[in-house]
T-cell receptor, first 117, second 109 residues
Framework: GAVVSQHPSRVICKSGTSVKIECRSL??????MFWYRQFPKQSLMLMAT?????????EQGVEKDKFLINHASLTLSTLTVTSAHPEDSSFYIC?????????????FGSGTQLSVL | GQNIDQPTEMTATEGAIVQINCTYQ??????LFWYQQHAGEAPTFLSY????GLEEKGRFSSFLSRSKGYSYLLLKELQMKDSASYLC??????????FGQGTELSVKP
């Protein structure tokens, strides 16, 4: 089945630094990928939609300058948390849709636990 | 916009049956998903309903009524490993998957 690889799985950084998270579709092409954030004991909140070759579209309340998204190829999207602060500590998950596979089902990466000190 | 409601917590006994309900309001409907999520892990796909009725997959079944904006996930022969969060999610016409708050299910011996 389709696999989405997400790295790193866990990162600890100092406040003020930037962190890049990669999301790769391993055996299918994904023109669209999605980035979610999840705080403890809460559900997944959609942050943005990453579109290959064009700008990402952000959900209301998500700062585009803080969460930079790049989707340079059909198999890779990156999320960069710039100038991270402790309140950015969260579980970040990407997902991708297999366009050839009917398009309904999203495949999720394994998630990245970000801890900002 | 969308609004999705599901109970926050449920408790059930090993071997029993549990039904987790989900009600929703949406301006555009393209399907409803159920996912299972263990703490610190990515969601795992359980079911997808786009037409009314019951979809059965082994111990798990999912039901949808579009006119009522209602779905449920039915888990039979509960096992301890079924303790997890169960997420109801709407696939809207914009192609986005929007999640409900999740239902934390605890299965007790």
């Amino acid at each position: 089945g389709a696999v989405v690889s997400q790295h790193p799985s866990r990162v600890i950084c100092k406040s003020g630094t930037s962190v890049k998270i990669e999301c790769r579709s391993l055996d299918f092409q994904a023109t669209t990928m999605f980035w979610y954030r999840q705080f403890p004991k809460q559900s997944l909140m959609l942050m943005a939609t990453s579109n290959e070759g064009s700008k990402a579209t952000y959900e209301q309340g998500v700062e585009k300058d803080k969460f930079l998204i790049n989707h340079a190829s059909l198999t890779l999207s990156t999320l960069t948390v710039t100038s991270a602060h402790p309140e950015d500590s969260s579980f970040y998950i990407c997902s991708a849709r297999d366009q050839k596979g009917g398009g309904e089902k999203l495949f999720f990466g394994s998630g990245t636990q970000l801890s900002v000190l | 916009g969308q609004n999705i409601d599901q109970p926050t917590e449920m408790t059930a006994t090993e071997g029993a049956i549990v039904q987790i309900n989900c009600t929703y309001q949406t301006s555009g409907f393209n399907g409803l998903f159920w996912y299972q999520q263990h703490a610190g892990e990515a969601p795992t796909f359980l079911s997808y309903n786009v037409l009314d009725g019951l979809e059965e997959k082994g111990r798990f079944s999912s039901f949808l009524s579009r006119s009522k904006g209602y779905s449920y996930l039915l888990l039979k022969e509960l096992q301890m490993k079924d303790s997890a969060s169960y997420l109801c999610a709407l696939y809207n016409q914009g192609g986005k998957l929007i999640f409900g708050q999740g239902t934390e299910l605890s299965v007790k011996p």
